[in-house]
């Protein structure tokens, strides 16, 4: 669990209040979900906020006037230009009850594919959707791709853990081992097979064969070769 973040209770602030704060490091934040009745609204340090966000954790917990509350991030407003926290509206985790929310997805190895076979791993999500109670919510879901051959993907679908429900479509695509040019001419290399339409070499037309040799059978003489003296 990170550090509590030290909430202040906000009151019913005008546009003005709010643009103000938020000069003096301190973002609007709305707390909401089960043991929460209507909303709380608060002030909490831009800095602190900053910090348990880059942290990449998912449950944090706040402290307030109004008492302790395990909390999850369910939206982030940033400016678009600055990237500066404008509002983060937070979900409160009540033990006993289950919440949706997005979890990070850490993929760990390297994949049989990419450290035997010349292929690249390619990541096409980093979040995962789950469905759990509050207490078993965890911060990221590890994904283990050492396995992972030419070709083989990891869907939502083939996520299951313990004590959650992924609730993301089955069929998206969380990760794939591709193909690259190295991983083509490395199959190629152990198949010993000559590529398609290649056929053996015939010597250029006009040229003369080496001394000594003598043509294929049924071969015919070219047209300015002079008979074999016995």
Not at 59 to 64: A, P, V
Not at 121 to 135: F, G, P, V
């Amino acid at each position: 669990m990170s550090e509590k973040l030290q909430a202040q209770l906000k009151q019913k602030d005008s546009k003005r209040a709010i643009t103000a704060k938020r000069k003096l490091g301190l973002i609007p934040v709305n707390l909401y979900g089960p043991g929460i009745e209507n909303s709380h609204s608060y002030y909490i340090n831009e800095i602190d906020l900053n910090r348990a966000i880059k942290s990449g954790k998912k449950i944090h917990e706040i402290t307030s006037e109004l008492g302790d509350f395990k909390v999850v991030f369910r939206e982030v407003q940033r400016h678009p230009v600055t990237w500066r926290l404008l509002h983060i509206d937070m979900l409160s985790l009540a033990p006993g009850k289950r919440v949706t929310v997005k979890v990070p997805v850490r993929y760990e190895g390297i994949p049989f594919g990419v450290k035997n076979m010349g292929g690249v791993l390619i990541i096409n999500s980093r979040d995962i959707q789950i469905e759990a109670m509050a207490e078993h919510i965890p911060n990221e879901v590890f994904i283990d791709v050492t396995p992972l051959k030419l070709k083989d993907t990891i869907h939502a679908s083939d996520v299951v853990r313990e004590n959650i429900k992924v609730v993301s479509p089955a069929g998206m695509l969380l990760c794939r081992v591709g193909i690259t040019r190295a991983a083509v001419s490395a199959a190629e290399g152990e198949g010993g097979v000559p590529a398609a339409g290649a056929a053996e070499a015939k010597p250029a037309e006009g040229a003369k064969p080496a001394e000594g040799a003598k043509p294929a059978a049924g071969a015919k003489p070219a047209a300015d070769a002079k008979p074999e003296k016995k």
